[in-house]
């Protein structure tokens, strides 16, 4: 027993008048001032620091603190307590672990080993892969197989999407309206005039004119001798398109396009950061679960597999998609037409008889010999429309390249 201990007892019992030393004793040994044979319980504090390096951490007992005692004031991180306390977590105070992070290329643990070299980065399944090679690109995790699933949590970006063959339906057409502009301009062959007889355009035509659009034009007229007079009336001849006459086809609405897929699917998927360090050489990577648990290097070709990622996959990638919904127009049903006034006395002034392709009745004279009448032609020219047809589904996908896939064996 320290002779200290020892001076406390006795003088408790011999005496009260010696409190002030007992009180003194009391806070040597961590008392409170009744001798107690009992264990302490309360392990939340630590010594008093007596030095720079702090006192003992207080020790924790049944049912302590989960933490050792708070470091000895004035001291270092290491006079915390001992992470013994009953129930405690490994973290003593100020000397514990918070753990490694295994992407940032620091020591957090202070245990002088970083990212991959650290065993808590190795349990938790990071490897240090080798370099990537010259024309390749990764590292990355690479699954293949029918029901591959997305890339996962702890390799989230896609980087490579294929398979051995791309397939998908063609478009559906059902939501695409198809229509047609105007035609594109046609001439015609020149008007023809036929002048009648009679108001009835029987017979055949006495007197037959062909104008030039945009020209008044003049002719005689012969009459009988017997007091007829002719013409009386007159049908309009427009002529005939020169040439056929296409139109541009318009649509309007959006194809849908059904989903694509990938016979025997693979995906290459990528970390969202590189681990910085841990390793001699090449990147600390973490190992995806099944079925991502290769790590591989790709490029777009068929290319040799450089050691040491020697397991070769090829695959087919990228998307030709030319999936879309087609309008045609028909050949434009053509007309010729034309505006076409008969002057009666007059040089194409006032305002004319408007002819058309029916019979029409014109103004005529009195004259036993001849008269003189004139024509004048405009707006000639072929009009008319074309028909669009039902929208219908053209094109398709295919693969746009062939990737070398390599992988550690």
Known sequence: MPSCYRRCVVRRVASIVVTSLALGCSSILGIDGVYDD???????????????????????????????????????????GAPTGGGGAPTGGGGGTAGENCVNGVDDDGDAAIDCADPDCQTAGFVCAPPVPNGFKGPYAFGQGAGLPGCPSTHPTEVL???????????????????????????????TVDYYGDTACSGSPKWTKTPGALTCTGG??????????????A??????PLAASACAATSSGSPVLPAVSWGNPARGCAVSKAAAGGCSAGTCLQKAAAPYQRVCVVASGS??????????????????DTRSCSCQCNSADLACSATVKDYYGSI??????????????????????????????????ATGTCTPSSPASVGGVSASQTTTVCCLP
């Not at 005689?220 to 009336?233: D, K, L, W």
């Not at 049908?235 to 005939?240: A, R």
């Not at 002034?349 to 003189?372: F, K, M, R, Y």
């Open 38 to 80: 009992a264990p302490q319980n309360d392990a939340s504090a630590g010594g008093v620091g007596g030095s720079t390096s702090g006192g003992a951490g207080g020790v924790g007992g049944d049912g302590g603190s989960i933490t050792g005692g708070a470091s000895g004031s004035g001291g270092v991180p290491s006079g915390g």
């Open 220 to 233: 005689n007229f012969v009459h009988c001798t017997s007091g007829c007079a002719y013409p009386s009336a």
């Open 303 to 320: 290319l040799v597999c450089p050691s040491p990622y020697t397991q070769k996959s090829q695959v087919k990638t990228g998307l030709n």
């Open 348 to 381: 194409c002034t006032g305002s004319g008889t408007v002819l058309s392709d029916s019979c029409t009745p014109v103004q005529i004279s009195n004259a036993t010999s001849s008269e003189t009448r004139y024509l004048l032609v405009t707006n000639h020219g």
């Open 161 to 191: 999407t294929g398979g051995d063959i791309v397939s998908a339906g063609p478009a559906v057409c059902a939501g695409v309206s198809c229509g047609c502009g105007p035609p594109s301009t046609v001439g015609c062959s020149g008007v």
């Open 235 to 240: 049908i309009v001849d427009y002529g005939t």
